[in-house]
């Protein structure tokens, strides 16, 4: 056997955990695991300039690849920067292992320079976090933690490592396990056969049936079985925010998706149908509008791998717990050997109801002739990118247009904080996309607000030659505030203006990169083709879109699925 | 309804916290709350009283279960079970209050453990309602002090919570 220092063997322990990618900062707390770092090259550490980017870079390739994210941090400042990031990943139950240094363990308690009691101050945030008492025992906590963070609803880890645990000269066996066993720990693996074939048979009998998939169809890799059992039956789909691309958008059964801002059709669909097969999501208070005037003649199953997610807002009629990629294979078997078949005349008189509401809305926008519309952005780039690239969005208005005009016929291309709603998020994700995916298009869509709240990581940019896109959807304005504020509270548009915004053309050329303004609407296309012709740059793009727009379809606050804002004026 | 929710935890510094965490996270109200280990030294025992709808007890019951220290857990209240807390009192008792006090006591089948010239210190056992009951009878006027266990218990018959 081996004899390691604690510091090596917790990066032995990543090697062997098949680590590609640390994101991370260094501080005291830390310096013995970044020594052991510095004498391998296996794993790929990238320095931040903030340590919340580090985490919401991490979050980013999980949210791509479907793996883990790595986060290293020093103690006290180093490991408080981390969480809103963590609360980011938890709200949307990313995997994710964030390794957090610690004063000595002689010295917790005491108040020591830079110590924080992290596993208290994150414990609200994570799946679970752990601490490392021996240093005997940092392989099997990091094999924990990993094991943790990424099997069942998956989620952030947090491991605390105390600097006395990493010290160089004292010397430990290392043997990696290949197994960790947790006896009360133990996610589903199947979901009930019975449940399973109640909800099949609902299936089959329903004569307005709407499905419903969220993050956990991508999450939980079942995209294919989504699209295999919704062809099968023929039947209507819509997907939440966080469930953009499990089923391609531009087919004809996609609805587009649902919520707050989800398109007229999806909601109309929602409202009126008398059964939902719901598919790893929440029924988040951004989708269902006010719980008790929900889809009122709707019968509904529900399958998650979350047992608490069942029936926690909308009660379900058949739940099923289990990963949904196992149910639905389950579930196209019992359709395939049923005699039963869907109701062909009820799905047909549907689909014509469906499709008087999407020839009724369909996602109008009013176009101008000078000013350049924040949609109509969107709409080229999906045309300019085929469709095909990587979109990490920030937090606003240009968040909405970009899951609403950006066609996803993929899964894990549209990164976005549904849950927590981050700003700042947009570009560090998007970096962390474009290091595993060097040759995909890679575009961070963002706001003028969004993108300064991480702006410092254009460096980072730099060092690492990470040619992302970013697209400021520049409307001067906090504009999804000042739209609340047009709506709610007579336009006084308290603190929702950005003066003395900056020029980003020349903070751009600051850091290195390439900065390009849009002012005129004949430009757009031109200028959006250029950039993307710069296929090793990275390239800001600030382009000055219509200061008065709203977001629409919007739900009425307080109202069902079906009352929506469709423009400042028509009301449904 | 009051629940009596009995966990089984694993016995690791933090669980407690969690478990504590997790209630005033997710604004979920508690009455009473014990923990001690139990004869498998891994493992620790916990009880906690709460009240709730039958759609926040289920709630509870999940986001428990959730919890990666959390072995298991039933909701005693679900079947017929044994309810058990522990009272200490002391009562002011001087002159003829001292005979009465100590008839009541005898009434609920409590024990004086220790005595003085003006004060009765008592022990009592039984469910919560029976210790309420004592307190009502022997009146508020005269307590001193009173400090009670919180609510431990067990179901009734073969069931048992183990792993
Ligand atoms: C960290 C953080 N702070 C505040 C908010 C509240 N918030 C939501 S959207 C928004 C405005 C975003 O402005 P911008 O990035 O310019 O996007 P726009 O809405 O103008 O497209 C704000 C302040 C938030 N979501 N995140
Ligand atoms: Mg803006």
Redesign the pocket.
Known sequence: MELLSGADMLIRSLQDEGIEYIYGYPGGAALHIYDALFRQDKVKHILVRHEQAAVHMADGYARATGKPGTVLVTSGPGATNTI?GIATAFMDSIPMVVLCGQVASTLIGEDAFQETDMIGVSRPVVKHNLSVRHPEEIPEVIRKAYYIAATGRPGPVVVDIPKDMTTPNERYEYSYPKKVKLRSYNPAVRGHAGQIKKAVDMLLAAKRPMIYAGGGVILGQASDQLIELTRMLGYPITNTLMGIGCYPATDKQHLGWLGMHGTYESNMAMHHSDLILCVGARFDDRVTNATEKFCPGARIVHIDIDPASISKTIEADVPIVGPVDAVLKEMIALVKESKEKPDAEALSAWWKQIEEWRAFHGMRYETSSDAIK?QEVIEALWRLTNGEAYVAS????????AAQYYKFDKPNRWIN?GG?????FGLPAAMGVKLTHPDAEVLCV????????NIQELSTCKQYDLPVKIVN???????????WQDMNYESRHSQ?Y?ESLPDFIKLAEAYGHVGIRIEKREDLEPKLKEALAMKDKLVFLDIYVDRFEHVYPMQVARGSMKDMWLSKTERV | MRRIISVLLENEPGALSRVVGLFSQRNYNIETLTVAPTEDETLSRLTVTTTGSDKVIEQITKQLNKLIEVVKLVDLTEGSHIERELMLVKLKATGSQRAEIKRTVDIFRGQIVDVTSSVYTIQLAGDSEKLDGFIQAVGTAGVLEVVRSGVSGIARGEKILSI
Do not use: R, W, Y
């Not at chain 1, 920030?394 to 247009?401: I, N, P, S």
């Not at chain 1, 959807?473 to 739209?483: E, P, S, T, Y």
């Open positions: 809103t924040p920030d937090v606003g208005q240009h968040q909405m247009f904080s927590l709603g981050t700003m700042g963002t706001g003028e607000g969004s993108i300064q709240m959807l520049n409307n001067q304005a906090l504009g999804m505030v000042k739209q929702s950005m």
